[in-house]
């Protein structure tokens, strides 16, 4: 499976982006868990969101009210809206789905909140 992370740039706090993730490849149809992580310089890499299949949904509290995550199973793609973002959220972002083949990671995007 390859995943295929987008949307990162630069925002003002405060601001709003958009992250997609599209998987392609043999097991991409049977995504069970899709879920957003993100890794500041020095930091440990932290879960964000999470979606499962069923559509269970969690967040970390640091994002709870300002982020909302989605899928689509039929197109295989996920997404991150984040709202209101502020200057501790700039970060790497993830994208890592689960399947019965295996788990798998996208090769980041990068979110800078700077004014």
């Known amino acids: 499976v390859q995943l295929q992370a987008s949307g990162g740039g630069l925002v003002q706090p405060g601001g709003s982006l958009r992250l997609s993730c599209a998987a392609s490849?043999?097991?991409?149809?049977?995504?069970?868990?899709m879920g957003w992580s993100r890794q500041a310089p020095g930091n440990q890499r932290e879960l964000v969101a999470s979606?499962?299949?069923?559509?269970?949904?969690n967040y970390a509290d640091s994002v709870m009210g300002r982020f909302t995550i989605s899928r689509n199973n039929a197109k295989n793609t996920g997404s991150l809206q984040m709202n209101s973002l502020k200057p501790e959220d700039t970060s790497v972002y993830y994208c890592n789905i689960r399947t019965p083949y295996g788990a798998y990671w996208g090769q980041g995007t990068l979110v800078t909140v700077s004014s």
């Open positions: 490849g043999r097991g991409s149809g049977s995504i069970n868990y």
């Open positions: 979606i499962l299949k069923n559509g269970i949904i």
